[in-house]
C-alpha cells in the first residue's frame, strides 16, 4: 500500500512532501540516466545491491512516482522541425487554463510559472502552417490572455540527466 503523504496526487497537482532518497536510490537514478536501457544486474553491480533489490527499489520508485521511464525522440528527426515556446497571461482561474492548455496535443511542456507570465508552454510542430494552427488553438482556449512565441531556431543542449542531487 503506498503512503498517501510520499505519493503524487491525482489531475496533474504535484505532492509537495518529498520522497526521501537514500545514496543507492540516487545511484541506481544516475545509472539510469546515463543508460536508459542498463540492466537491474549491470546497475547492482555498479551500485552494490543483488539485481532483485535493484528491481524491488525500482518498482517503490516508479510506484512513487520519483522516477518514470520513457523513451525521449528528436522532434527533428521525425518530421517537426518546428518547436517554440509559449509564453501565456492569463485571467484569473489560472490552473484551470493551464489544464486546458494541456490537454492541446502539441503541447509537450506546460507549467505555471511566477513573475510577467504564467504559464509556459513547449509546442512540437511539423511546420510553420501547423506552428500557426497551435497558436491560434492557444490564443482561442478560454481564459488565455495574452502570448509571446519564441521560435526554436537551433537547438544546442536537451540533456535529462541532471542527477538527483
Partial sequence: MTDPARSLAVAGQESHEPTHLDERAKAIIEQLQQDGRRSYSAIGRAVGLSEAAVRQRMTRLLNDQVVKIVAVTNPMQLGFPRQ???HVKTG?????TAD????????DYCVVVAGRWDVLLEVVCEDDQHLLDVLTTIRATDGVVETDTLTYLSLRKQEYDWGTR
Fill in 84 to 86: 517554440a515556446m509559449v
Fill in 100 to 107: 486546458r492548455l494541456a490537454a492541446i496535443p502539441e503541447v
Fill in 92 to 96: 484569473p482561474d489560472l490552473t484551470e
